[in-house]
Nanobody
Framework: QVQVVESGGGLVQPGGSLRLSCAAS????????MGWSRQGPGKQRESVAT???????NYDDSVKGRFTISRVNAKNTVYLQMNSLEPDDTAVYYC?????????WGQGTQVTVSS
């Protein structure tokens, strides 16, 4: 089994920054993708950013240039640095890890951007 735990959400003013962290544990082996998704109020869950074991990243257009995803393979951790936050970034952010085609998700962490 694989466990995924996010942390680092909170309330921030527009233009501010937050850093989300995610740690995965359990039966983790081989090459695997990690990523962040979010679900805003009344919206469907959407992928925000992903990163491969080799460090290749992919971002949704809405966050390019503002968010940065990174990972530490030795610790099975992934981070999301979020800068220039906007009210539309308000959402529950979920971390995921994909191993052998199966996705494992965390419980999510709330990010609220408001003045």
């Amino acid at each position: 089994q694989v466990q995924v735990v996010e942390s680092g959400g909170g309330l921030v003013q527009p233009g501010g920054s937050l850093r989300l962290s995610c740690a995965a544990s359990g039966r983790i082996f081989g090459n695997y993708f990690m990523g962040w998704s979010r679900q805003g109020p009344g919206k469907q869950r959407e992928s925000v950013a992903t990163i491969s074991s080799g460090g290749t990243t992919n971002y949704d257009d809405s966050v390019k240039g503002r968010f940065t995803i990174s990972r530490v393979n030795a610790k099975n951790t992934v981070y999301l640095q979020m800068n220039s936050l906007e009210p539309d970034d308000t959402a529950v952010y979920y971390c995921s890890i994909k191993i052998l085609g199966r996705d494992y998700w965390g419980q999510g962490t709330q990010v609220t951007v408001s003045s």
